[in-house]
């Protein structure tokens, strides 16, 4: 299960805070944060980091099984991939609190995986129907790309290159509004699902 981070406390000299990313049957261990005596060091941090490494003991695959994370997958199974086309900074406070109104949503969770990517937790499936086929959705002007969690997709293995989009052709003459114009004006369009007509 790629991007799941958990906080671990691990002793080396002094306090370390790890985050553990489970991905192909191993846990990776990344150094997220060097503390120093009274608090976070600044200076030197970067040289810090640059020389960390693990120990040949501390360097192993750990393997695990389906049982292992099975509450995990369990929370995952109503989850969704989002993405924000944004090169600005996502408050997920700003992010979570926004989209829980905009969605109807009552108790929605969310991670950040990445400066852009976020991962929703919803406990009913009619919120994730929502957020995944009544978009497409914005936050801070940016588009939302949305993709649903299944097991064994990463986050590294999602599409974030498609949005469905509903385009309306009004002011047509009565004569143009039919099945067979509306396959026309979709067919303009190098992917399209389905064509409605309304009156």
């Known amino acids: 299960m790629d ?28 150094l997220a944060l060097w503390r120093g005596q009274g608090g976070i ?12 490494s693990l120990t040949e003991e501390e360097d192993v695959a750990i393997d695990f099984n389906t049982e292992d994370i099975a509450e995990g997958l369990e929370e995952c199974v109503l989850s969704v ?14 992010l979570k609190n926004t989209m829980s109104g905009v969605w109807g ?14 991962q929703f937790f ?13 978009g497409p959705w914005c936050f801070d002007n940016s588009l939302i790309i949305s993709y649903r969690w299944f097991k064994g997709i ?16 009004n002011g047509l003459p009565r004569e143009c509004i039919t099945k067979d114009m509306a396959i026309k004006v979709a067919d303009s369009f190098k992917e399209w699902e389905v064509v409605e007509i309304r009156e």
């Open 3 to 30: 991007a799941r981070a958990l906080i671990v406390e691990v002793t080396l000299e002094r306090a370390s805070i790890v985050e553990v990313t489970l991905e192909r049957a191993s846990m990776m261990v990344v």
């Open 81 to 94: 991939y989002v993405k924000i086309l944004s090169e600005k900074y996502v408050n997920t406070v700003a």
């Open 122 to 134: 919803s406990k009913e499936e009619r919120e994730i129907y929502k957020i995944l086929f009544q």
């Open 105 to 118: 949503c009552k108790d929605l969770g969310v991670m950040r995986i990445s400066s852009n990517i976020f």
């Open 41 to 52: 060091m600044e200076e030197g941090l970067l040289n810090k980091l640059q020389s960390f």
């Open 154 to 169: 990463g986050v590294k293995s999602v599409p974030f290159d498609l949005v469905q989009f509903w385009v309306h052709v």
